[in-house]
């Protein structure tokens, strides 16, 4: 077991030393990619502090706590965005393209091999930058950093960051059999926007929708409030975990089980 995950890791670092090395031949277009987004982000920031104002409460939260958990959000997306590239992909540039037949001629796990070909590493510079926000809301609004709500924060961005990304392998998986150019799980970058606001600021379908269906609420919403004390339990903590663990393991199992019904385009 602990030379196949050092087989992993060094595989895993010889891409981001691949990607590294591109991202330096073509610099103009990680600084144009890393603007659009950071532009976007500010736009969206600049929408909250027009809209809510400093002194008004909505629904139990102040204006730094909505930045604060926008902010806090946007690392977890971040991180989503930099290994979900090839799951987007998938249908479109490697089904119907027969790319696929490349990645199953190696001697590695073929679900791997997607997300390293795939990393967006222009999105670290959001990533930074979505940091240093969290942080600055984070002292506005006295978030007290002891040991036990730093290690909150880091185990929620792992967890949210593994809903996500096990969603979207369970709905990519079906690519295999759906003949479709577009990825299944699109519509999960469209309804993103959704974990950046707290869940009490939508109706009650929404709600029920991105608890118990789409399970975004797990993602930042459940574990911010709990941080700033909004009567949330910690047992949030447990099934949040929990999903995190089931959605990531069968989007695995699923993933492996239709690839066996891959046909190469040669074939068909």
Same mark, same amino acid.
């Given at each position: 077991?602990?030379?196949?995950?050092?087989?992993?890791?060094?595989?895993?670092?010889?891409?981001?030393?691949?990607?590294?090395?591109?991202?330096?031949?073509?610099?103009?277009?990680?600084?144009?990619?890393?603007?659009?987004?950071?532009?976007?982000?500010?736009?969206?920031?600049?929408?909250?502090?027009?809209?809510?104002?400093?002194?008004?409460? !909505?629904? /139990?939260?102040?204006? *730094?706590? +909505?930045? #604060?958990?926008?902010?806090?959000?946007? @690392?977890? =997306?971040?991180?989503?965005?930099?290994?979900?590239?090839?799951?987007?992909?998938?249908?479109?540039?490697?089904?119907?393209?027969?790319?696929?037949?490349?990645?199953?001629?190696?001697?590695?796990?073929?679900?791997?091999?997607?997300?390293?070909?795939?990393?967006?590493?222009?999105?670290?510079?959001?990533?930074?930058?979505?940091?240093?926000?969290?942080?600055?809301?984070?002292?506005?609004?006295?978030?007290?950093?002891?040991?036990?709500?730093?290690?909150?924060?880091?185990?929620?961005?792992?967890?949210?960051?593994?809903?996500?990304?096990?969603?979207?392998?369970?709905?990519?998986?079906?690519?295999?059999?759906?003949?479709?150019?577009?990825?299944?799980?699109?519509?999960?970058?469209? !309804?993103? /926007?959704?974990?950046? *606001?707290? +869940?009490? #600021?939508?109706?009650?379908?929404?709600? @029920?929708? =991105?608890?118990?269906?789409?399970?975004?609420?797990?993602?930042?919403?459940?574990?911010?409030?709990?941080?700033?004390?909004?009567?949330?339990?910690?047992?949030?903590?447990?099934?949040?975990?929990?999903?995190?663990?089931?959605?990531?393991?069968?989007?695995?199992?699923?993933?492996?089980?239709?690839?066996?019904?891959?046909?190469?385009?040669?074939?068909?």
């Amino acid at each position: 077991m602990d030379s196949e995950i050092r087989y992993y890791t060094t595989i895993f670092m010889e891409y981001i030393k691949i990607k590294f090395r591109k991202l330096k031949r073509a610099k103009n277009m990680v600084y144009i990619s890393s603007l659009q987004t950071l532009v976007f982000q500010l736009m969206n920031l600049i929408l909250i502090f027009t809209v809510y104002k400093n002194d008004i409460i !909505i629904n /139990g939260w102040s204006q *730094y706590e +909505l930045l #604060f958990l926008f902010s806090y959000t946007s @690392i977890i =997306l971040d991180i989503y965005y930099i290994f979900s590239g090839g799951l987007f992909t998938l249908p479109y540039m490697y089904i119907h393209r027969g790319k696929f037949d490349k990645l199953l001629a190696y001697p590695f796990n073929t679900l791997s091999l997607l997300i390293f070909e795939n990393i967006s590493l222009y999105r670290l510079i959001p990533l930074i930058f979505n940091i240093a926000l969290t942080i600055i809301f984070g002292i506005m609004i006295h978030v007290k950093l002891n040991i036990l709500s730093l290690f909150l924060m880091f185990w929620n961005i792992i967890t949210g960051f593994l809903i996500l990304f096990g969603l979207t392998i369970i709905l990519t998986s079906f690519s295999f059999v759906m003949k479709t150019r577009q990825s299944p799980a699109s519509f999960l970058t469209l !309804i993103t /926007g959704f974990a950046k *606001y707290p +869940l009490s #600021f939508f109706d009650k379908f929404i709600q @029920i929708l =991105l608890t118990y269906f789409i399970p975004y609420a797990y993602i930042s919403y459940l574990p911010i409030s709990f941080i700033l004390n909004k009567n949330v339990k910690i047992n949030y903590l447990c099934i949040s975990t929990l999903l995190a663990i089931i959605l990531f393991l069968t989007g695995i199992i699923l993933f492996q089980i239709f690839t066996e019904k891959y046909r190469s385009v040669g074939s068909n």
